[in-house]
């Protein structure tokens, strides 16, 4: 097995990073992996326009992670309120548990401490996605206890079909 190539995402890759995304959270095809929000979320999971404003601003990457030129996973990671913010975490479903999502979530981290210089990373997970809060836990990330509310009505980040939705922030320091 080869390693892991890690870039900034291109203007040009937008396609190619709508349908990782997608097929990571959405419908059927998620099902494969175990991030699926299929049973809570239908319709979108990323919008091709906010995912063009988040590579082109400052203090802002979308990373791909690729091997032998093939888009395996990829993650936006940002500055945020003296922090670094973490999300948009997708690996292709028939990959995940293999060790992939760990080592973007790796770089990710260092860029946010090593290149932005950060104290911390934060991300918000939905808090009924007990599994995927394990899985950060053991990756030094702490519940908050703040809690966020799910944008409801903005068919931009999907399509709820339950009504107790909500995000918490998980925050690890770097």
Known sequence: MTDLHFRAARLADLDAIVDLVTSAYRGDASRAGWTTEADFLDGNRIDAEVLRADIARPRSRVLLAERDGQLLACA????????????????????????????????????????????????????IRDELIAFYERRGYRRTGILKPFPYGDERFGLPQRDDLRFEVLEKTL
């Open 76 to 127: 936006h990671v940002s500055e945020d309120d003296g922090a670094g913010y973490f999300g948009m975490f997708s690996v292709v479903p028939g990959l995940q548990g293999g060790g992939i999502g760990k080592q973007v979530l790796a770089e990710c981290e260092r860029i946010a401490r090593e290149d932005w210089r950060l104290p911390a990373m934060r991300m918000t997970v939905i808090d």
